[in-house]
T-cell receptor, first 109, second 113 residues
Framework: RKEVEQDPGPFNVPEGATVAFNCTYS??????FFWYRQDCRKEPKLLMS???SGNEDGRFTAQLNRASQYISLLIRDSKLSDSATYLC??????????FGAGTTVTVRA | DAGVIQSPRHEVTEMGQEVTLRCKPI?????LFWYRQTMMRGLELLIY????????DSGMPEDRFSAKMPNASFSTLKIQPSEPRDSAVYFC???????????FGPGTRLTVL
């Protein structure tokens, strides 16, 4: 079983729509959680950390469910510039980060 | 502020040649990571340095790969001899003390013919 599993998508949505997707992780002792965004042929960039109580950053909302071992990301009022691959990232211990394969989101005009 | 700097950005070489990739982490960061990304395998951690000391090199594929960090502002990843299956994007990332957040460089796109 992979450490982090994501629906690869693609999620194809019109501008202004809301899109949401999850990832699951296998290690129940995982400490920290993140969403990274990766544009085509670019490096992964930290989008937001995910806290146990859930957190928002503008149009982005992240939720963590430790009991079910999943993390979600919701994007409201989608923009064309939100088109990217979103990587779910879990810190199972210490320094190590486990990356999901990514969920591709395409926002169309 | 300068982010992680990597060079070269692109490298095309022939099988059997030596390849050296370079990384300058963000100033003040004490952890450095080398990753490889391919379509088939995604992002794989190759090696992790903390305070210039290699802590975990279990991801280094084989003896053809080696990495060094002679000081806090410079690291190299060397492949000798290179093979076509080494073709990938190699990322360097760094993180500050006490944090698990990693900041990635722009990557080196390596093609081995």
């Amino acid at each position: 079983r992979k450490e982090v599993e994501q629906d690869p998508g693609p999620f194809n949505v019109p501008e202004g729509a809301t899109v949401a997707f999850n990832c699951t992780y296998s290690n129940s002792a995982s400490q920290s959680f993140f969403w990274y965004r990766q544009d085509c042929r670019k490096e992964p960039k930290l989008l937001m950390s995910v806290y146990s109580s859930g957190n928002e950053d503008g149009r982005f909302t992240a939720q963590l469910n430790r009991a079910s071992q999943y993390i979600s990301l919701l994007i409201r009022d989608s923009k064309l510039s939100d088109s990217a691959t979103y990587l779910c990232v879990v810190n199972p211990f210490g320094y190590k980060l486990s990356f999901g394969a990514g969920t591709t989101v395409t926002v169309r005009a | 502020d300068a982010g992680v700097i990597q060079s070269p950005r692109h490298e095309v070489t022939e099988m059997g040649q030596e390849v050296t990739l370079r990384c300058k982490p963000i100033s003040g960061h004490n952890s450095l990571f080398w990753y490889r990304q391919t379509m088939m395998r995604g992002l794989e951690l190759l090696i992790y340095f903390n305070n210039n000391v290699p802590i975990d090199d279990s991801g280094m594929p084989e003896d053809r790969f080696s990495a060094k960090m002679p000081n806090a502002s410079f690291s190299t990843l060397k492949i000798q001899p290179s093979e076509p299956r080494d073709s990938a994007v190699y990322f360097c990332a760094s993180s500050p003390p006490g944090s698990n957040e990693q900041f990635f460089g722009p990557g080196t796109r390596l093609t081995v013919l």
